[in-house]
């Protein structure tokens, strides 16, 4: 007998074998019309899906109102499109089709390139598809068959991935509708007449795996929503994100470049303007971290591999790294991946005492990872950055009270930008994973640990994820939205009782009883990785940054050539006050020089004509306010130093919750 308890608490039996569309169809006929997907014991399944034949398991109907629906009609969205671009192309290799946070996309290899002039007979496609209101039909077969079948129908990628990557996989799964199959663990929606509204969005490049020395593939990305209500609103918040896009903001503001034919992928050129942002960050951090008694140190930006090896960074992260340099058979270096190893040498090279502790050794060190080309985007995704880096040494008992510190600094440094909306993440580990260092005891405690000073702070949507945790260690991760309510993991806080150990880097303090102990480590991060963090700040204020972080803060505009003196006079007054300050002397119209500083979203301008020589004022332009009007120099000073000194942000968009992120869906095989 099968025990099935639902939301409300009510629990219902079953002898035989039923579906979730069964349990919906026994509430109410209208239920199972709208059941979409279900949810068993956590996980998302189809509608269709046999539960099991007993026990007792929970179930959660799901219907247009749920997101976890969104994602099954999206993927089931996948395969219509797929089907569309088989019906319409000849030759047509399926890669993946999975979903993302806003959408989902399909990997195709095909003989002729797609375009977007494709679009509408694509479209028009799907839409008949959709029409038809064909069922998703699951189909199990053995391994041996699966590869049979995949082998006629002439999917050779298919082939390829049942032997490479489900090699452990004695049965598979392929979803049917209509003509149409595809090697799919699903789930998918019960028919295809649930599609709402749908659009094609772009073309990309892809690598067959992610691997850019096996074949190109090409991806069609879309989006599907369950009206078309939903769909316009996206398409809206999708044209707002491309005008913020820092890539383009970046270029046009001169703030950062790229090179990647000489340079080389995914490593950043700061260019003055943006090296002034990350310098006022800089500047910024520093103060708190003096204020909050850590040491300023400097490490190299390559280590020996043995370094690396004792970590366990060397072996878990070898994929993401730069080959090693080899010296001599027994000299190897790598690029530094992480900063810690070599904090943890400093901490290493002297002796210390209980009285030594807490140790707190901060770095704004560059490290070096080996991201795929095709997962390189602007400054959000590199292979060289810059972490805001720090790594503390404690005693047991002081390691809630130090953990508490890092996070509200975390708060501060974010706060001062004006990004207050976030959630934190505890990412614990994954107890069925063996990716994971150190003793059952010390996870328990580490994590046991987090979350209690977690929760005393009553940190806002704060929620645990088993399976996040760092290798050596549980983390809470500040997970910031911007104001398009797109999210992104910014700063970390990672609690480590491995490193440390006598099994690790064999750290020790003596202690109030004169024996040696082992100190916890904290690994802490605020902003995270300055490029990445300045791509989210130039995108989340649409480059228009608040007065304290503007490169530059002010220009001085002349009403004509006879108030040049006067101009410069105000621009060195300025610059002497240490205002970042720049003078438009140009024989052109008042209104030309106005409109240029507005579309360089400089925040403040003051125009200078023969009166204001006279009188001594400015007549201040605010790029948020329009004209202010004239005031004297001293007055108009005042006001941009009373801005600068309070960090005033004032530029920050109403926040509108969209979905633009893409972490990916995990419905292919």
């Known amino acids: 007998m099968l025990k099935v308890q639902l939301p409300d608490g009510s629990v219902r039996e079953y002898e035989k074998r039923v579906r979730p569309l069964d349990v919906a169809a026994e509430i109410g006929a209208g239920l199972a019309k709208a059941t979409l997907a279900a949810e068993v014991d956590g996980k998302v399944v189809g509608a269709t899906a046999l539960l099991p034949e007993e026990g007792q398991i929970s179930l959660r109907l799901l219907t247009k109102k749920d997101p976890e629906a969104l994602a099954v009609m999206r993927h089931s969205a996948a395969h219509v499109m797929a ?31 797609l375009t977007e002039e494709d679009f509408p007979a694509i479209e028009a496609e799907m839409a008949k598809i ?30 390829e991935h049942i032997n490479e990557g489900l090699a452990d996989h004695a049965t598979l799964s392929f979803y049917r509708q209509g003509e149409f199959l595809d090697l799919c663990r699903g789930p998918h929606i019960p028919a295809a007449g649930a599609i709402g509204a749908f659009k094609l969005l772009s073309i990309a490049g892809a690598y067959w795996k992610g691997d850019a020395t096996r074949q190109q593939l090409q991806r069609l990305y879309a989006t599907a929503w ?24 970046g270029k046009q503001l001169e703030l950062f470049a790229t090179n990647p034919a000489l340079v080389g992928p995914g490593l950043i050129l700061w260019l003055p303007k943006g090296a002034t942002i990350r310098g006022l960050l800089e500047s910024f951090v520093r103060e708190e971290l003096t204020k909050r008694g850590y040491q300023g140190v400097y490490t190299p930006n390559i280590g020996r591999v043995e370094l690396y ?18 010296i001599s058979e027994d000299e190897r270096y790598i690029l530094k991946p992480m900063n810690c190893p070599h904090h943890i040498m400093i901490y290493k090279s002297k002796p210390r005492s209980y009285r030594d502790l807490p140790v707190r050794l901060a770095e704004f060190g560059t490290v070096y990872r080996y991201e795929q080309s095709g997962e390189l985007g602007g400054m959000t995704r590199v292979r060289g950055f810059t972490q805001d880096d720090a790594h503390l040494f404690c005693t047991e008992e002081q390691v809630e009270e130090e ?28 107890p069925k994973s063996d990716k994971y260092v150190g003793s059952d005891e010390n996870w328990r405690r580490a994590e046991a640990a987090l979350e209690r000073v977690c929760r005393e702070m009553n940190l806002p949507h704060l929620d645990i994820e088993r399976g996040e945790a760092a290798f050596y260690g549980p983390k809470a ?10 999210e992104w993991q910014l700063g970390t806080v990672q609690l480590d009782y491995n490193l440390p150990s006598p099994e690790r880097f064999a750290l020790e303090y003596v202690g109030a009883d004169n024996q040696p102990h082992t100190p916890v480590m904290i690994h802490r991060a605020p902003l995270g990785s300055l490029e990445r963090f300045v791509g989210v700040l130039i995108e989340h204020f649409a480059g228009a940054f608040p007065l304290w972080l503007a490169p530059e803060q002010a220009r001085v505009l002349t009403v004509s050539e006879k108030s040049e003196a006067y101009g410069r006079e105000i621009e060195q007054k300025l ?39 006279e009188q001594g004022t400015v007549s201040v332009r605010d790029r948020l306010d329009g004209d202010l009007g004239a005031m004297s120099f001293e007055a108009a000073l005042g006001k941009l130093q009373s801005e600068v000194a309070a960090k005033l942000v004032r530029q920050v968009a109403q926040k509108r919750s969209t979905g633009l992120g893409e972490r990916g869906g995990a419905h292919e095989y």
């Open 83 to 113: 089907r569309a671009v088989m019906r319409l192309f000849d030759g047509v290799q399926l890669a993946f089709g999975p979903t993302t946070e806003s959408g989902y996309y399909y990997d195709f290899d095909l003989a002729r390139p």
């Open 130 to 159: 959709i029409k038809l209101n064909e069922p998703f039909e699951r189909l199990e077969e053995p391994r041996e068959r699966a590869v049979a079948v995949c082998r006629d129908l002439g999917q050779t990628l298919k082939v």
């Open 226 to 249: 369950f009206s078309k209500e939903e769909l316009e609103e996206h398409l809206k918040m999708v044209e707002e994100a491309k005008r913020r896009d820092h890539r383009v903001l």
């Open 309 to 326: 090896q004792i970590s366990g960074h060397f072996p878990y992260y070898a994929d993401s790294q730069f080959k090693p340099i080899t």
């Open 403 to 430: 953990f508490r510190g890092c996070l509200e600094m975390t708060q501060s440094v974010l706060a001062a930008l004006g990004m207050n909306e976030y959630r934190v993440r505890l990412g614990f580990r994954d």
């Open 477 to 486: 991760d500040f997970v910031v939205s911007d104001c398009l309510g797109r």
């Open 575 to 613: 610059r002497a006050a240490g205002m970042r300050v720049a003078g438009d002397f140009r024989a052109e119209k008042l209104g030309s020089k106005i409109r240029d500083a507005q579309l360089e979203l400089i925040p403040y301008m003051f125009v200078v004509g023969p009166r204001d020589a």
